[in-house]
């Protein structure tokens, strides 16, 4: 009995024994190096173990599971924290892609649906604890935004069956997409079967439940458009403040402010 869970906890990790040694004498020698050298140190080993185009900057604490099925774009970055478990479709992270702290993609398929993956486009950034659950396949697009503590779950279970627990009952999938440059917010949850268009807006803590056309806002429980994304309150010629020039101007502020004489 304990031999079978060895081997199904295994099977759960990589393809094969081997591979899974391999993988975690790789991940425990490197991992849990700090700073600038543990990430030139993964830079160089993690490769013999994923597929790696070029370049990622991978913090301390990046747990790997299946480590052969995650494929990384160049200049990727994985922040402390963040869990990658890629059984057994992968999950694919663009060129210039950022998966910020405590982010969690998931595509641990031991019911053997058909479509299970996690794709990420290029330069696209996933907030600071995102759960992306992908057994019935994620694809977001390039240039996406995905707000902190969103989450975006291709997966449902069934339970029409009033007898057997519903956790017995199976689950089903349709798969969520993702197109270019749409913004989640927030703590928002998108749920299976739904398709958000391109540069769509969703607003934080919004439920999705149906598809948000291209160039709209949707907000609520459940989600509804209210309106376009699409606005003239800031035109191309205006230029978004760097932090040099918020600096600047604070120091022109205080310096114009007339001093103050009070009572001590």
């Known amino acids: 009995m304990m031999l079978d869970d060895l081997r199904y906890y ?7 024994i081997p591979r899974y040694i391999f993988q975690e004498i790789v991940t425990g020698l490197c991992g849990w190096v700090p700073s600038l050298p543990g990430i030139g140190l993964r830079a160089l080993t993690y490769p013999a173990i994923a597929d790696v185009a070029g370049f990622a900057a991978i913090e301390r604490g990046v747990r790997l599971a299946y480590a052969e099925n995650i494929r990384l774009g160049r200049n990727v970055y994985l922040d402390q924290g963040v869990y990658l478990h890629a059984c ?3 999950i694919d992270i663009g060129d210039d ?10 595509v641990f398929n031991f019911r053997d649906l058909p479509h299970a993956f996690i794709r990420i486009g290029k330069r ?5 604890s995102v759960i992306i659950r992908g057994q019935g396949g994620v694809e977001i697009g390039e240039s996406v935004l995905i707000g902190p503590g969103a989450q975006i ?18 689950i089903r999938s349709e798969g969520i997409l ?20 391109r540069n769509a807006v969703v607003g934080a803590g919004a ?39 918020s600096l600047q101007r604070l120091e022109r502020t205080r310096s114009s402010a007339p001093a103050r004489v009070g009572r001590h």
């Open 207 to 245: 439920v999705v439940t149906k598809d948000v056309p291209a160039h709209s806002v949707a907000i609520g429980v459940p989600a509804r458009v209210i309106g376009s994304s699409v606005t003239t309150a800031l035109t191309p010629h205006v230029r978004p403040l760097s932090h040099v020039d």
């Open 124 to 128: 696209t950034f996933v907030g600071e």
């Open 88 to 90: 057994p479709g992968g």
């Open 178 to 197: 993702i197109e270019d440059g749409a913004w989640i917010g927030a703590g928002a949850l998108v749920l299976d079967g739904v398709r958000i268009g």
């Open 153 to 170: 779950l291709a997966i449902n279970h069934n339970h029409g069956d009033p007898i057997v627990p519903i956790i017995d009952q199976g």
């Open 97 to 106: 892609a950022f998966v910020m702290h405590n982010a969690e993609l998931h």
């Open 10 to 16: 295994t099977r759960g990790q990589a393809s094969s």
